[in-house]
């Protein structure tokens, strides 16, 4: 079955930097586009970043220069470098990916950032 397991979140001090990693199974990775979600306490979840099979990404604005989105379709990875972290990234940040129109999630991994 589909499987997807995220990994690298932890505590991190305004500015610095943490590397997520999306480990993946059961489905055709290369030909899939991942993305990189995040849900803060009491809000909707939101899409961060976005990388297609052919490796186009697209980020929402809060992010853009700071966070890059990439993938090793060797060892089925997908990964979220974040830079100049900030206290509104705090959140759970989960991998997605949709196979026949049906969204697959990871466990989500918490990134908090602490004063």
């Known amino acids: 079955q589909v499987q997807l397991v995220e990994s690298g979140g932890g505590l991190v001090q305004p500015g610095g930097s943490l590397r997520l990693s999306c480990s993946t199974a059961?489905?055709?990775?290369?030909?899939?586009?991942m993305g990189w979600y995040r849900q803060a306490p009491g809000k909707q979840r939101e899409l961060v970043a976005t990388i297609t099979n052919i490796h186009n990404t697209d980020y929402t604005d809060s992010v853009k220069g700071r966070f890059n989105i990439s993938r090793d379709n060797d060892k089925n990875t997908v990964y979220l470098q974040m830079n100049s972290l900030k206290p509104e990234d705090t959140a759970v940040y989960y991998c997605?990916?949709?196979?026949?129109?049906?969204?697959?999630w990871g466990q989500g991994t918490q990134v908090s950032g602490s004063s």
């Open positions: 059961g489905f055709i990775f290369s030909i899939n586009s």
């Open positions: 997605n990916t949709k196979i026949h129109a049906r969204d697959y």
